[in-house]
């Protein structure tokens, strides 16, 4: 498998180091390695998958520190061959090859990897907001200016135009107001609801291979978006904070 690969993979759902333990999951069925995580603040869930499953067998493997693999992988060339060590038909570490180098990574225990919630009933999305180049350029270089907040709030005004701001406060703060153009039929918003801009900006700059996705967000508070392209499929469920200052 391609190093790079491996690193786009870990790319989308460490979020920028924000999330560091997984567990992998070899899916031969489906011919895929796929993961799924949550961050320590409970505000974002993810389900990132490679479809290729780099003709490994059957496996289930806890990564509990994904930066020091990313270092490990560092040192690689670009073709990398991956092989599980085992103990006692356990997975204990994986080797990773290419050209004269290999390293060894040591694999967690499953039991230490954080659980990820089940979210197949989901609520009804009121809200599409289209992630064009120009919504993401503008998002980004927004949270970068007050990288000191981490929550986005979206806002409809009394001619129900929707907004989302950066640095919304019931007092006088540094803010940053976005105008959205939501998806026609698909423009209601019924409350005030606050979202991590900080997994937001990471999702967006982690994803930039791919194109046309769409922001959905329920009054019931969650927001959905994914990814798709031909090596990689992303799915990220924002959890909504329930009060911000």
């Known amino acids: 498998m391609k190093k790079q690969t491996i690193n786009t993979f870990i790319d989308k759902y460490s979020l920028n180091g924000t999330i560091e333990s997984v567990k992998w999951v ?5 011919k895929q390695i796929k993961t799924s995580s949550i961050s320590d603040d409970k505000n974002v869930v993810s389900y990132v998958s490679i479809k290729d499953d780099a003709g490994l067998s059957e496996a289930e493997i806890g990564i509990n520190d994904t930066a020091k693999l990313k ?5 690689l060339t670009d073709d990398v061959n991956i092989t599980f060590n085992k103990r006692d038909e356990k ?15 040591v694999t967690a225990d499953l039991s230490v990897i954080p659980k990820v919630p089940d979210l197949k009933k989901l609520p009804p ?60 039929g ?9 979202f991590s801009a900080k ?47």
């Open 71 to 75: 270092k490990l992988l560092g040192v």
């Open 186 to 194: 698909k423009d209601s918003l019924g409350k005030t609801i606050h």
């Open 125 to 184: 999305f009121n809200l599409e907001i289209p992630l064009t180049k120009e919504f993401v350029t503008t998002f980004v270089k927004a949270k970068s200016a007050l990288s000191d907040v981490d929550t986005m709030t979206f806002t409809k005004d009394k001619k129900d135009k929707i907004k989302l701001t950066i640095g919304y406060s019931s007092v006088n703060s540094n803010r940053i107001n976005i105008d959205v153009k939501p998806v026609e």
């Open 26 to 30: 070899v899916d031969n069925k489906n």
């Open 199 to 245: 997994y937001l900006k990471e999702i967006l700059t982690s994803n930039g291979d791919c194109e046309n996705a769409v922001l959905k967000i329920s009054d019931a508070g969650i927001a959905h978006v994914e990814f798709n392209n031909e090596l990689f499929n992303s799915s990220y469920y924002l959890i909504d904070i329930k009060s911000v200052d």
């Open 91 to 105: 997975i204990v570490s994986l080797s990773l090859n290419s050209e004269s180098t290999d390293v060894q990574y």
